[in-house]
């Protein structure tokens, strides 16, 4: 399979759990939860992101353009903005920016600061302002976004080269991670390369894929993954 057919986003593309969402953002999973759902202490409002798969509370899925929202929302926090801001922000920008999904909007990479000083002045929020006026800030949130891919006809995300040589793309293996080449699960490669003594020449021809291929998606489901391989 290659990563050479056209980018699209998927309508409610992908299926993520919390703790793949977690994961993957490299965020608490007790944080992306509360952005999903609202906090269940009463302190909190309800939540920051609503999902675009609805289920009920015992069957959680988020989609690939859940993720992307919680990702980049998750830099903004990282550098120093309130969640009120963010939460401010957030609700702002789905109107200016006419979608339910704008932080991943490629304006954010594109034009990220002028974006983000509109909202501050619309929000009249002099932290927001101030923080976003940091050239440190939109460093920090560039190189976050630099591995996401935007489609052309949305303008939205449509894939995330998440890893070296490892990519999620709604529309290859439902959203799961693969190495970007041949569109092979990682988790899948990781596992057979642990079973036949960790050789990643065998498990390359194997699967028509290259050594580096392997390694990397051995590399990816040491840090990221979360079932264990054999």
Same mark, same amino acid.
């Given at each position: 399979?290659?990563?050479?057919?056209?980018?699209?986003?998927?309508?409610?593309?992908?299926?993520?759990?919390?703790? =793949?969402? &977690?994961?993957? !953002?490299?965020?608490?999973?007790?944080?992306?939860?509360?952005? *999903?759902?609202?906090?269940? $202490?009463? @302190?909190?409002?309800?939540?920051?992101?609503?999902?675009?798969?609805?289920?009920?509370?015992?069957?959680?899925?988020?989609?690939?353009?859940?993720?992307?929202?919680?990702?980049?929302?998750?830099?903004?926090?990282?550098?120093?903005?309130?969640?009120?801001?963010?939460?401010?922000?957030?609700?702002?920008?789905?109107?200016?920016?006419?979608?339910?999904?704008?932080?991943?909007?490629?304006?954010?990479?594109?034009?990220?600061?002028?974006?983000?000083?509109?909202?501050?002045? =619309?929000? &009249?929020?002099? !932290?927001?302002?101030?923080?976003?006026?940091?050239?440190?800030? *939109?460093?920090?949130?560039? $190189?976050? @976004?630099?591995?996401?891919?935007?489609?052309?006809?949305?303008?939205?995300?449509?894939?995330?080269?998440?890893?070296?040589?490892?990519?999620?793309?709604?529309?290859?293996?439902?959203?799961?991670?693969?190495?970007?080449?041949?569109?092979?699960?990682?988790?899948?490669?990781?596992?057979?390369?642990?079973?036949?003594?960790?050789?990643?020449?065998?498990?390359?021809?194997?699967?028509?894929?290259?050594?580096?291929?392997?390694?990397?998606?051995?590399?990816?489901?040491?840090?990221?993954?979360?079932?264990?391989?054999?």
């Amino acid at each position: 399979m290659s990563q050479t057919r056209p980018c699209q986003n998927l309508l409610y593309g992908g299926a993520y759990s919390v703790a =793949e969402v &977690a994961r993957y !953002t490299n965020l608490n999973a007790s944080r992306v939860r509360s952005w *999903f759902r609202g906090r269940s $202490d009463g @302190l909190g409002k309800g939540p920051l992101i609503q999902r675009d798969h609805p289920g009920n509370s015992s069957v959680f899925i988020a989609s690939f353009l859940d993720m992307i929202d919680v990702l980049v929302a998750g830099q903004f926090r990282a550098q120093g903005v309130k969640m009120s801001s963010v939460r401010a922000a957030y609700a702002l920008l789905r109107e200016h920016l006419d979608t339910q999904h704008p932080f991943c909007h490629n304006s954010l990479y594109t034009d990220g600061k002028r974006i983000f000083l509109y909202a501050a002045g =619309e929000l &009249a929020d002099a !932290t927001l302002h101030e923080v976003v006026s940091r050239q440190q800030f *939109f460093t920090h949130v560039r $190189d976050s @976004l630099t591995r996401v891919v935007y489609s052309d006809q949305t303008s939205l995300a449509c894939k995330w080269n998440i890893s070296d040589g490892v990519m999620i793309d709604p529309g290859i293996c439902s959203g799961k991670p693969v190495v970007r080449e041949t569109g092979v699960s990682t988790y899948v490669l990781a596992n057979q390369y642990r079973a036949n003594n960790r050789d990643a020449a065998f498990v390359a021809d194997l699967f028509r894929t290259t050594e580096t291929d392997v390694l990397n998606a051995v590399d990816f489901e040491h840090r990221f993954g979360g079932r264990r391989a054999a």
